[in-house]
């Protein structure tokens, strides 16, 4: 990777700081434009700002912001910020799912698995049901505790965990067989109380 791929594109040094008329994405924003970086941390907060774009329809920006670390992280050893990428590549899956961009799901999913980084980290051969749902109440239970503090941030990161494994239900992933309505209702149901929160 150059150099220059480390670095954020203008384009998104400049989006960071545009004007944000709503205050809880403003303060997402600026807490995400403090260390913006490819560092796993910034990721990750980078992924919780473009959840919350998302759960309020703003997929164009989100999309945008997933763009750079999406791509620009390369493997070297630290499974921490490849993972973190591998969760922005998982949200651009949805968005594109959603608005029925099936040719564009898989862009950039081979990358994330063709290192055994992936199945140390992720370990996906175990994915089945149980493991699926208990995830899913693990999560929930963050985003409760989040919303019990009020806190948007922590709960865009709990539901933006669930997308990443609701998203890799893809070949060549063993759970690419299993009925996954119901987490795909859970997700949106959570998506939609994020929602509420950010537009209050």
Not at 79 to 96: F, N, V
Not at 157 to 185: C, K, N
Request: proline share 6%; glycine share 4%; hydrophobic share 40%.
């Amino acid at each position: 990777m150059s150099a220059d791929s480390e670095l954020p594109p203008p384009s998104l040094v400049a989006y960071y700081r545009r004007i944000e008329p709503s205050a809880e994405i403003s303060a997402l924003k600026a807490q995400a434009a403090r260390s913006l970086s490819l560092r796993a941390r910034s990721i990750l907060l980078q992924r919780d700002l473009a959840v919350c774009l998302h759960a309020v329809g703003r997929d164009p920006e989100s999309l945008a912001i997933l763009d750079w670390p999406m791509r620009a992280v390369v493997y070297r050893g630290k499974t921490d910020a490849w993972y973190a990428a591998g969760t922005t590549w998982a949200l651009c899956a949805r968005i594109r799912r959603r608005r029925g961009e099936t040719d564009l799901v898989r862009d950039g999913l081979d990358r994330f698995i063709e290192h055994p980084s992936h199945d140390l980290l992720v370990q996906p051969m175990n994915w089945d049901t149980a493991r699926l749902e208990g995830a899913n109440e693990e999560e929930r239970r963050r985003f409760e505790e989040a919303s019990t503090e009020d806190d948007a941030a922590s709960m865009a990161r709990a539901v933006g965990e669930l997308v990443f494994l609701r998203e890799t239900a893809l070949p060549p992933f063993p759970h690419a067989h299993l009925r996954l309505g119901w987490l795909d209702s859970s997700i949106a149901e959570l998506f939609g109380r994020l929602r509420s929160r950010l537009e209050r």
